[in-house]
């Protein structure tokens, strides 16, 4: 039996405000779908102190104070400002307590340069912001830290999520850290090993459905209707606070120099509209006086935003059957995808689709930099070459690509990648072959010095450095 929360089922608004992206309701509360009461759309939080017209911005809000508040927080031992999420907190809805975030350290995650993506691209400075890098080893961590602190503040005792394996892997660690219970749903079959292994060494209760992510997302949403269980998924608009710190984070790398590009893998559309409302939050406040532009990119197998942005400039959005081998995008009916379209429209990005052989040379290419990611991320690289080839991107303009998983999320991908078995009996075996220089399979040898020496030499003769 659940118990129920102390506050049932509302989530109070504090002194963030929520809104409804589609008719501007402002309600007192979110339902627990965090779907607009009025007319079913998706809720944001916005900050009316920092926006209302006419009114003079709090000092407390003054951007060169906060920029050394928020680099002083780096050295302090509270667990709050070691987060590189907690750390900006003025740009986030306020816990009631500061002690009741749940944290794991997250953020402060690196910014690498890519060299050799770059030369590959044909451009001269591209950056990597590795969200791969974050706790459970994926981008999921700076908005889980947020929503499960609030889930825990408004007295819930089990949150749940629908997921194609990193949010799932992200929810289960901080409800553990956080004594909640953990119930996910993913995909039969579809979530990568690591993912799914860290679900259960959290102690989450773990379902795996015959279906597929859309199709978990539509059971998630019949069983939260009838037991009081706060949703975790990117549809709650404490999840998008906390990833907005990652492009808070990178300007602050980038000493507040706004890059021309940012590249953002698309699978349900919470992350690109995270990272846009940064920015445009960040913009408005005074520390940046321009915006980057950001794009999107989806698999070609899952594609829904990609057609809709192309067919009919965005104003609906068709479901479509997913199939990628870059699991995490693997979703057909994105959830966040007209705060997406307003992000696109805001910065003036783009979109842009790839194949399963273009983003499976993209991940080896980021390989070869010695920064490595999971498949989704990888479609960044990859479209970031059709978008230079485009002449969208040009040569001489900054382009971050947000790398939101770890390598180590699908070792099975990349071990088939190497191996040459990754697209074996699949419709691009022959377009595969180009992807023959970029493996590197393991060589198994009796086990003595003159085999590895011979197969050192012939290796240093036929791929010179
Ligand atoms: N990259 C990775 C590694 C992901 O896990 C996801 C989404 C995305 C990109 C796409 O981000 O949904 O904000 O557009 N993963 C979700 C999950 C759906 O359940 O882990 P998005």
Redesign the pocket.
Known sequence: MINQPTSASKIPANVARLRCIGCGAEPESAAQDFRCQNCGDLLELTFPAWTSAGRTQPASLDPESLKKTWAQRRHSREPIDRSGVWRFRELLPPLEDDQGAITLREGNTPLYDLPRCAAAAGIRNLLAKHQ?MNPTG???DAGMTVASSFARQAGFRWVA????????ASMAAYAARGSLRSLVLIPEGKTSWGKLSQALEYGALTCQLRTD?DGCMRVLNEVIKRMPIYLLN?VNPYRVEGQKTAAIELLEQLDWQVPDHVI?????????SALGKAFSEMKELGFITRLPKISIIQAEGANPFVRSVRENGGKTLTPVQADTMAT??R?GN?A?WKKAMRILELTGGTVEQVSEVELAQAKAEIGSDGIGC?P??AVTLAGLKKLVKRGFVKPQETVVLIL??NLL?DPEFTLKFHEGTLFSGTSYETAAAVLKPFQHPPVILDANADAVLRTLEQFDKSAPH
């Open positions: 791969g994926s981008f999921k999520c629908a997921s194609t394996g990193n949010t799932s992510f990117s953002v893998p698309g699978g349900n559309l919470g992350n690109s995490a995008i979703i994105p966040s999971e989704a991320s939101t998983g999320k």
